[in-house]
């Protein structure tokens, strides 16, 4: 799978991948090849933002997977790896796809409004720092979990840092660190009304 692959596909990618039985975080991922590190990227970030968060500690183990795969960008490695414990992880079958159904209708307004803009915010010396504002974003998903909207909205806002990478559309990368800094300022808001409600 090549980087101007769109969203949609990697979606339909990830529908096709599941069977009738629970499928298995290496299926996934495997789908989309040996040299495919943004996709593999996209996966678990767009996951964490789908019903499939609910499962308890689901969105952690996206966070991690969202972190080691981010790191390796950074280093400009093109194959993804992850470890066991996490490529074994597998995920209930029906929610899966239902979860795909949804992440499908978005996908589909994300292909058709993207567009090649602003690309030196996602190219060249940008990219290391773009893997590495995820990489720091999603280490503080496990820490977020329980706070309502933090752990969607980090993975929205690594979803679209690593689509504005995809599509050479500084735009989206733009959105997505807004939609980072957001999360990371929502649990100081929740913090400060609960303080005023309590004084």
């Not at 990830?14 to 009738?20: A, F, G, N, Q």
């Not at 090849?33 to 968060?53: C, D, M, R």
């Not at 720091?136 to 706070?147: C, D, F, G, K, N």
Request: proline share 7%; with cysteine.
């Amino acid at each position: 799978m090549q980087q101007e692959t769109p969203v949609s596909d990697i979606v339909d990618k990830i529908d096709e991948t599941v069977t009738d039985d629970n499928v298995r975080a290496e299926e996934l991922l495997g789908a989309f090849g040996h040299s495919a590190l943004l996709p593999t990227l996209i996966v678990p970030a767009l996951l964490v933002t789908s019903p499939l968060s609910a499962i308890p500690f689901f969105s952690s183990l996206c966070g991690i997977a969202i972190v080691l795969i981010a790191i390796q960008g950074v280093f400009g490695r093109a194959q993804p790896w992850l470890p066991q414990f996490l490529r074994r992880r597998r995920l209930p079958a029906e929610k899966t796809h239902n979860a795909t159904k949804t992440m499908g209708r978005v996908a589909g307004w994300l292909d058709a409004v993207t567009h090649q803009r602003l690309q030196f915010l996602v190219v060249g010396p940008a990219r290391p720092v773009i893997y590495l504002i995820c990489a720091l974003a999603a280490s503080m998903i496990p820490l977020l979990e329980l706070v309502p909207m933090s752990s969607s909205l980090i993975g929205a806002g690594v979803s679209l840092l690593a689509i504005g990478m995809l599509a050479r559309d500084g735009i989206f990368a733009v959105v997505g660190f807004l939609f980072v800094c957001s999360a990371m300022a929502l649990p100081w808001f929740i913090f400060a009304q609960g303080s005023a409600l309590l004084t």
